[in-house]
């Protein structure tokens, strides 16, 4: 099983980023996905998830800015992040679950920074 981010980077303030992640070695449509951020010294947090049958929720720091999509014909999520502000700056990990399985990528850094 393998979950690959990538879309992180560097961007200045009230820039946007979208974050991908691919899935592989899982049935993707079965799996509710979601996308977690760790910034230095804190835990990690849940920023936006999607279920399976594309329910979404959002952390209310990331409401209106960011939106969580997936494409189970390309067994990927995304995460559009707009209006980006340094305080979002953190490793965003991809996270796929059900009821008996959980796994997690490896993270993209994403930096808010003039």
């Known amino acids: 099983v393998q979950l690959v981010e990538s879309g992180g980077g560097l961007v200045q303030p009230g820039g946007s980023l979208r974050l991908s992640c691919v899935a592989s070695g899982i049935i993707f449509r079965l799996y509710n996905m979601g996308w977690y951020s760790q910034a230095p010294g804190k835990q990690r947090e849940l920023v936006a998830a999607i279920t399976s049958g594309g329910n979404t929720n959002y952390a209310d720091s990331v409401k209106g800015r960011f939106t969580i999509s997936r494409d189970n014909a390309k067994n990927t999520v995304y995460l559009q992040m707009n209006s980006l502000k340094p305080e979002d700056t953190a490793v965003y990990y991809c996270?796929?679950?059900?009821?008996?399985?959980?796994?997690w990528g490896q993270g993209t850094q994403v930096t808010v920074s003039s």
């Open positions: 996270n796929g679950r059900t009821l008996v399985n959980d796994f």
